[in-house]
C-alpha cells in the first residue's frame, strides 16, 4: 500500500520493477486526484503519471478508461519500457488493509481448527492400532486396514489442500 498526498494506492502491475516511491511522489500532482487507476511509465529516465477513470463511469472518453490502458502503453509509451499501474484505494478498503488484527485472529482460529482436527486424527489411529493389535488377524481385519488406511489417505489429502 501506498500513501501519497493522503491517497492510498495499490499496485495492480509492477513492470520490470517500474515503480518508484521518491519519483512518484515527486511527479504526482492534484490533477491526478480524480482519477481511480494511475499508469506511470518510464522513458529515458523519466517518470510519466496519466489518470484512468473506471470503465462504468459515464461521460469519461474512452481512451482514458481502464480498459483503455493497454492500447495507452502500446501506442503512447516505448516498446518494452518499463511501466507500473496503481488503484486508488477507497476509505472502506483502507481500513480493511490496515487491521492486522483481524487477519491474525483469523489465521490463529484456522490454526487451531487443524490442529484439533490432527490431534483428533491421531487419537482415532492410536485407538484403531490397539484394537487391531488385540485382534487375530483375518481378512475382515485386512479389508478394514485397507478402508482406513484409504480414508486416512483421503483425509490427509483434503487437508492438504485446507493448507495450501
Same mark, same amino acid.
Given at each position: ?18 515503480? &518508484? ?133 483421503? &483425509? ?9
Amino acid at each position: 500500500m501506498i500513501n501519497v498526498n493522503q491517497h492510498y494506492f495499490h499496485i495492480i502491475e509492477n513492470h520490470k520493477d517500474a515503480f &518508484n516511491q521518491e519519483m512518484f511522489e515527486g511527479r504526482y500532482s492534484e490533477i491526478l486526484d480524480r482519477y481511480p487507476y494511475i499508469v506511470g511509465d518510464i522513458g529515458f529516465e523519466q517518470l510519466r503519471l496519466k489518470g484512468f477513470f473506471d470503465d462504468k463511469k459515464k461521460g469519461a472518453d474512452i481512451s482514458k478508461r481502464f480498459s483503455a490502458i493497454q492500447d495507452y502503453l502500446l501506442e503512447y509509451c516505448n516498446f518494452g519500457c518499463a511501466y507500473f499501474v496503481l488503484k486508488r484505494l477507497t476509505e472502506s478498503e483502507v481500513v480493511k488493509l490496515t487491521q492486522p488484527e483481524l487477519i491474525t485472529d483469523i489465521e490463529s482460529n484456522e490454526h487451531d481448527d487443524l490442529t484439533e482436527v490432527i490431534v483428533e486424527e491421531e487419537i482415532e489411529d492410536s485407538v484403531v492400532d490397539e484394537v487391531a493389535d488385540d485382534s487375530k488377524p483375518t481378512a475382515d481385519n485386512e479389508i478394514a486396514d485397507e478402508s482406513h488406511h484409504a480414508l486416512k489417505e483421503k &483425509n490427509m489429502k483434503t487437508f492438504s489442500n485446507f493448507i495450501k
